[in-house]
């Protein structure tokens, strides 16, 4: 059983920790006793594997505490306050108090192989929504700051698909990737880097027909069938999508429902289930 950090020794070590979870591209739940009879704003940092900074001040508290990270975790919310007693009903001291959850994720980035008119409407749609934005082509004309004068968007004018994808991937974690280039040549050569690179979403836009050809010269060269079964391809909901700007939308949207857990089906499809207009 970890030994528990005085509370008072909290603020410290827990900005250290969350500055390694970022740095190191990784996951944790950040616990904070928000009402209790003592010890309030005490602080607990538990990562995805279960190692913890900091201490709610009481062992069996933490403990507790810990296992619910691992769910708070598994279902993606931003932030979530639980009563003790939802998940500890035998910690009797603690049943009242509440803890508020909160995710510490990098900074979701976003890549983007190809900067003709789909990839472009989808860079400046990311970063209207918040992702750290990549844009990569191989003709340097396409990803000049005339064309995105909004520099938060980081452009890559590639002498080598392989090693700009790679580069702009790293570890993957948190990252996704849209391949979205002019050709079947590009789109493989994307796609080779990309699934070595395993990041959380990959997307291959096309036809089924096209897309098929690229999954199947992948399949051929050995990538792992697990993760070829997961490349969204064709990517995007289907959103009846026409204009470069509306695919680009149906992109993010499915980007953002794996990233956040959603079905992406309508919202008011309950009431149509149910037969009623209340």
């Given at each position: 059983m970890p030994e528990a950090i005085k509370p008072s020794s909290n603020s410290i070590l827990t900005v250290e920790a969350i500055r390694r979870v970022i740095q190191h591209n990784s996951i944790a739940a950040l616990a904070t006793l928000v009402s209790a009879q003592r010890g309030v704003g005490a602080k607990m940092l538990i990562d995805e594997e279960?190692?913890?900074?900091?201490?709610?001040?009481?062992i069996e508290l933490d403990e507790a505490v810990a296992r619910q990270a691992s769910v708070f975790l598994a279902n993606r919310a931003e932030a979530h306050t639980y009563t003790v007693k939802d998940f500890a009903a035998e910690l009797e001291e603690w049943?009242?108090?509440?803890?508020?959850?909160?995710?510490i994720e990098p900074e979701p980035h976003l890549v983007i192989c190809g900067a003709g008119h789909v990839g472009a409407s989808l860079a400046r749609l990311a970063r209207a929504v918040g992702y750290r934005t990549t844009l990569i082509d191989d003709r340097a004309d396409f990803v000049t700051?005339?064309?995105?004068p909004d520099e938060q968007i980081e452009l890559v004018a590639a002498t080598s698909w392989t090693q700009a994808v790679s580069e702009?991937?790293?570890?993957?974690?948190?990252?996704?990737?849209?391949?979205?280039?002019?050709?079947?040549n590009e789109d493989e050569e994307c796609m080779?880097?990309?699934?070595?690179?395993?990041?959380?979403?990959?997307?291959?836009?096309?036809?089924?027909?096209?897309?098929?050809?690229v999954l199947e010269r992948l399949r051929d060269d050995g990538a792992d069938e697990d993760l070829l079964k997961e490349v969204r391809a064709p990517i995007g909901l289907d959103i009846g999508a026409v204009s470069p700007e509306e695919v680009a939308l149906a992109i993010l949207a499915e980007i953002i429902a794996e990233r956040r857990g959603g079905a992406g089906t309508p919202l008011s499809a309950f009431r149509r289930n149910a037969g009623t207009r209340t």
């Amino acid at each position: 059983m970890p030994e528990a950090i005085k509370p008072s020794s909290n603020s410290i070590l827990t900005v250290e920790a969350i500055r390694r979870v970022i740095q190191h591209n990784s996951i944790a739940a950040l616990a904070t006793l928000v009402s209790a009879q003592r010890g309030v704003g005490a602080k607990m940092l538990i990562d995805e594997e279960g190692a913890r900074t900091g201490s709610l001040g009481d062992i069996e508290l933490d403990e507790a505490v810990a296992r619910q990270a691992s769910v708070f975790l598994a279902n993606r919310a931003e932030a979530h306050t639980y009563t003790v007693k939802d998940f500890a009903a035998e910690l009797e001291e603690w049943l009242d108090a509440r803890v508020l959850f909160e995710r510490i994720e990098p900074e979701p980035h976003l890549v983007i192989c190809g900067a003709g008119h789909v990839g472009a409407s989808l860079a400046r749609l990311a970063r209207a929504v918040g992702y750290r934005t990549t844009l990569i082509d191989d003709r340097a004309d396409f990803v000049t700051r005339e064309r995105f004068p909004d520099e938060q968007i980081e452009l890559v004018a590639a002498t080598s698909w392989t090693q700009a994808v790679s580069e702009a991937i790293g570890a993957g974690r948190g990252v996704s990737v849209a391949v979205v280039t002019r050709g079947h040549n590009e789109d493989e050569e994307c796609m080779r880097a990309v699934v070595r690179a395993r990041p959380d979403y990959i997307g291959l836009i096309g036809s089924r027909r096209r897309t098929n050809i690229v999954l199947e010269r992948l399949r051929d060269d050995g990538a792992d069938e697990d993760l070829l079964k997961e490349v969204r391809a064709p990517i995007g909901l289907d959103i009846g999508a026409v204009s470069p700007e509306e695919v680009a939308l149906a992109i993010l949207a499915e980007i953002i429902a794996e990233r956040r857990g959603g079905a992406g089906t309508p919202l008011s499809a309950f009431r149509r289930n149910a037969g009623t207009r209340t």
